[in-house]
Nanobody
Framework: QVQLVESGGGLVQTGGSLRLSCAASGRTFSNNAMAWFRRFPGSERGLVGHISGSGGYIYYVDAVKGRFTISRDNAKNTLYLQMNSLQPNDTAVYYC??????????????WGRGTQVTVSS
């Protein structure tokens, strides 16, 4: 059974940092692009960024460029999101996702259950 389990969320003050992890089990995803999404209160999930299967290509939405860093460790089957300079409008539930291809096509085959990030002002 495939599982994606996010961890590392929590409460942080404005300007602080958090590192999220997404540990995959049940199969390896070294040949699949992966991504982070977030859901703001009362909104749909939106893309934060994605990383290719090899890790050689990474994309970020403008709102997080220069503050967030996506990485992966295929040996550990784990995806990471380093979040720096956090702001209250980064408060959301963060999800990881797996694409069916090695480059991101937005055809998602698996979702994690999410981890809450709350940034206090």
């Amino acid at each position: 059974q495939v599982q994606l389990v996010e961890s590392g969320g929590g409460l942080v003050q404005t300007g602080g940092s958090l590192r999220l992890s997404c540990a995959a089990s049940g199969r390896t995803f070294s040949n699949n692009a992966m991504a982070w999404f977030r859901r703001f209160p009362g909104s749909e999930r939106g893309l934060v960024g994605h990383i290719s299967g090899s890790g050689g290509y990474i994309y970020y939405v403008d709102a997080v460029k220069g503050r967030f860093t996506i990485s992966r460790d295929n040996a550990k089957n784990t995806l990471y999101l380093q979040m720096n300079s956090l702001q209250p409008n980064d408060t959301a539930v963060y999800y990881c996702a797996v694409d069916q291809r090695s480059s991101w096509t937005n055809t998602i085959t698996y979702w994690g259950r999410g981890t809450q990030v709350t940034v206090s002002s």
